[in-house]
């Protein structure tokens, strides 16, 4: 079964772009099968579907946060990451990183999470 | 984006059997079978507990069930143990590729 791991700062500035890395071990993010999607969890609150990108590079956005967000993948690292300009307290979460089943369209691995504070 | 409507808490002795709802609409859970659902423990990672409306994976207890009338899908709980206290999300594939939770229900066993 795959596992999931995020990495990145635990601190960003307002305005600032917070970058956030999943590395996926034992499987490969190439497959077909699957989307990998980053979901995050503001404190208290509930869960935000962030966006999903596919192994070709083709993605999906929430809405209300498009215009910020950015999904780079990387196959040959096997990892792939979540850049959000702009940023502000409102974005302070623990930030996910999930398998997302392209046939069943629910998140079946998560990574631990990683808690990022926007914050000068 | 709107998230999914659900109770705020719900509770139930041990024992007992209890009802989670999530409501939505024709663009997400009356227009697709792909309702599904997740526990949380506080300071841990969302876990898959149901999808598909009604599938449960491998591994967890058959306590757990789901179903879906029109716009409401609900998880049932029966034999509630104190274990299952925790957070309980749903989710759903809405219209255009995207996807949505809901607002998260606390479970308390008392």
């Known amino acids: 079964q795959p596992q999931l791991q995020e990495s990145g700062p635990g601190l960003v500035k307002p305005s600032e772009t917070l970058s956030v890395t999943c590395n996926v071990s034992g499987g490969s993010i190439s497959t077909s099968d699957y989307y990998w999607g980053w979901i995050r969890q503001a404190p208290g609150k509930g869960l935000e579907w962030i966006g999903t990108i596919y192994y070709s590079g083709r993605t999906y956005y929430n809405p209300s946060l498009k215009s910020r967000v950015t999904l780079p993948v990387d196959t040959p690292k096997n990892q792939f990451s979540l850049k959000m300009t702009s940023v502000t307290a409102a974005d302070t979460a623990v930030y996910y990183c999930a398998r997302h089943k392209v046939y069943s369209n629910d998140f079946d691995y998560w990574g631990q999470g990683i808690p990022v504070t926007v914050s000068s | 984006q709107s998230a999914l409507t659900q109770p705020a808490s719900v509770s139930g002795s041990p024992g007992q059997s209890i009802t989670i709802s999530c409501t939505g609409t024709s663009s997400d859970v009356s227009g697709y079978n792909y309702v599904s659902w997740y526990q949380q423990y506080p300071g841990k990672a969302p876990k898959l507990i149901i999808y598909?409306?009604?599938n449960r994976p491998s591994g967890v207890s058959n306590r757990f069930s789901g179903s879906k009338s029109g716009s409401t899908a609900s998880l049932t709980i029966s034999g509630l143990q104190a274990e299952d206290e925790a957070d309980y999300y749903c989710s759903s594939y809405r219209r255009s590729s995207t996807w949505v939770f809901g607002g998260g229900t606390k479970l308390t066993v008392l």
């Open positions: 598909e409306v009604t």
